[in-house]
């Protein structure tokens, strides 16, 4: 099989990966570029795990092509802190105990992440709905809420 030469973004750093033309993204970020922070949990976008952000939009990985990623700037969960400090809503997770396998976690930050960027005051409804695309068989839903809750609160603290 022949693959294809891709050229993107990944974390704000410049990448290049030869990927099969039906690779997802998932597994181009995690085979080629050795991006394994990004998890697979379904592969048929029904958990949000592997969610990373294309161009800034919310997007399952397993559900994108690798190649579908030219030219665009990928966003994973690695790329979510500034180097050894972490997001607010990655310190807020933590300090919620809003995980236990880790399987999830990644998703949900990412996804969180894109919901502060975009509303960064959702009341509990709006972060119910927008996280609704993630799925969490371990804590429950509600130290998750609570963490992006209080994330927002922070962010809202130093604006």
Request: charged fraction near 20%; hydrophobic fraction near 40%; charge should be negative.
């Amino acid at each position: 099989m022949s693959r294809v030469h891709v050229t993107l973004s990944v974390n704000g750093e410049p990448r290049e990966m030869l990927c099969e033309a039906h690779q997802s993204l998932l597994d181009a970020l995690r085979d080629e570029l050795g991006m394994t922070g990004t998890k697979e949990g379904c592969a048929t976008g029904d958990c949000g795990a592997c969610s990373v952000l294309a161009d800034g939009r919310l997007v399952c990985s397993c559900l994108m092509l690798g190649v579908e990623a030219e030219g665009m700037d990928i966003t994973t969960i690695e790329g979510i802190a500034q180097g050894s400090e972490l997001h607010v809503v990655q310190r807020k997770f933590l300090e919620a105990a809003a995980l236990q396998c880790g399987i999830c976690t990644p998703g949900f930050i990412v996804a969180a992440k894109a919901l502060l960027d975009q509303n960064p005051n959702p009341d509990e409804t709006t972060i119910r709905y927008w996280l609704a695309g993630n799925l969490c068989r371990c804590t429950g839903y509600d130290k998750i809420v609570r963490a992006v809750q209080d994330a927002a609160q922070e962010l809202a603290y130093e604006a």
